[in-house]
């Protein structure tokens, strides 16, 4: 079995620019993802793993082997698994997995779909906690409009905890998701203060997408302009909106309510 014990190693620089470099992980079409639990989701989830490494100290051969039998195993010290682990508390294994393709025409949606859009999402905390919240909802698929990030950063890996891995996700840009779901006859129902009725007043029964924007700016004209319906969560206090991930889950769940849980 392979083993590396240097930081100088080609490999290993090349494992370090998958965490800091968007542009090297579109290139390889791999990341670097770390911890047991969430390569064991992602494996679950379908996500192929090319590479175990792991440091035995901490987990053990047999362990690294029982997660994946047909990744590569290497052996690392400990100098360079802190080098590559993004996180303190990981369990001494870390893993190259294969990235999946995020098309709009991949998501297998069911007959009556639930669908979260988010637009521009840009905190990778917040796109983590939607993430959460859709696999708490086992929603069909959340679809990313116009993403400014890498959706496998290390952030969003982390903070999603294993949820990237759970969910159906796509990308696309604005005017794609919306003909998208038209033409799926997918309403589309958009969170925004402008011409908007109160979102407990809609039937979300019927196939639906729920759409929020960010915190700062809101929801593009077009969002609004196109939507079946714009909705607000009345405020009662001295501000206007709240985090994106809270006033999502509120109408996710009131979604779901609707649909009987």
């Given at each position: 079995m392979?083993?590396?014990?240097?930081?100088q190693?080609?490999?290993?620089?090349?494992?370090?620019?998958?965490?800091?470099?968007?542009?090297?992980?579109?290139?390889?079409?791999?990341?670097?993802?770390?911890?047991?639990?969430?390569?064991?989701?992602?494996?679950?989830?379908g996500?192929?793993?090319?590479?175990?490494?792991f440091?035995?100290?901490?987990?053990?051969?047999?362990?690294?082997?029982?997660l994946?039998?047909?990744?590569?195993?290497?052996?690392?010290?400990?100098?360079?698994?802190?080098?590559?682990?993004?996180?303190?508390?990981?369990?001494?294994?870390?893993?190259?997995?294969k990235?999946?393709?995020m098309?709009?025409?991949?998501?297998?949606?069911?007959?009556?779909?639930?669908?979260?859009?988010?637009?521009?999402?840009?905190?990778?905390?917040?796109?983590?906690?939607?993430?959460?919240?859709?696999?708490?909802?086992?929603?069909?698929?959340?679809?990313?409009?116009?993403?400014?990030?890498?959706?496998?950063?290390?952030?969003?890996?982390?903070?999603?905890v294993?949820?990237?891995?759970?969910?159906?996700i796509?990308?696309?840009t604005?005017?794609?998701?919306i003909?998208?779901?038209?033409?799926?006859?997918?309403?589309?129902?958009?969170?925004?203060?402008?011409?908007?009725?109160s979102?407990?007043?809609q039937?979300?029964?019927?196939?639906?997408?729920?759409?929020?924007?960010?915190e700062?700016?809101?929801l593009?004209?077009?969002?609004?302009?196109?939507?079946?319906?714009?909705?607000i969560?009345?405020?009662?206090?001295?501000?206007?909106s709240?985090?994106?991930?809270?006033?999502?889950?509120?109408?996710?769940?009131?979604?779901?309510?609707?649909?009987g849980?």
């Open positions: 392979k083993q590396i014990t240097s930081i190693n080609p490999y290993i620089k090349s494992l370090v620019q998958l965490q800091e470099k968007a542009k090297a992980r579109k290139q390889t079409g791999t990341f670097l993802m770390e911890g047991k639990r969430e390569i064991s989701i992602a494996i679950k989830g996500y192929e793993m090319e590479t175990l490494l440091l035995p100290e901490i987990c053990s051969e047999t362990d690294a082997r029982a994946s039998k047909n990744a590569e195993l290497i052996e690392i010290n400990k100098e360079v698994y802190q080098k590559l682990a993004y996180r303190d508390t990981t369990e001494g294994i870390l893993a190259v997995a990235t999946k393709s098309q709009l025409a991949d998501l297998k949606l069911s007959k009556n779909p639930l669908i979260l859009v988010a637009e521009a999402p840009e905190k990778p905390g917040n796109i983590g906690a939607l993430l959460r919240t859709a696999d708490a909802a086992n929603l069909d698929a959340v679809i990313i409009a116009n993403p400014k990030s890498d959706l496998y950063n290390p952030n969003i890996v982390r903070s999603s294993g949820c990237l891995f759970t969910n159906q796509a990308t696309g604005t005017s794609e998701i003909a998208f779901l038209k033409e799926r006859k997918i309403n589309f129902y958009c969170a925004t203060l402008q011409n908007s009725t979102y407990h007043t039937d979300y029964t019927t196939p639906t997408a729920l759409v929020v924007g960010t700062a700016t809101g593009t004209e077009e969002w609004r302009k196109e939507a079946t319906q714009n909705i969560i009345p405020m009662q206090g001295e501000i206007d709240m985090n994106v991930s809270v006033a999502a889950a509120i109408l996710i769940f009131e979604a779901k309510r609707q649909r849980f």
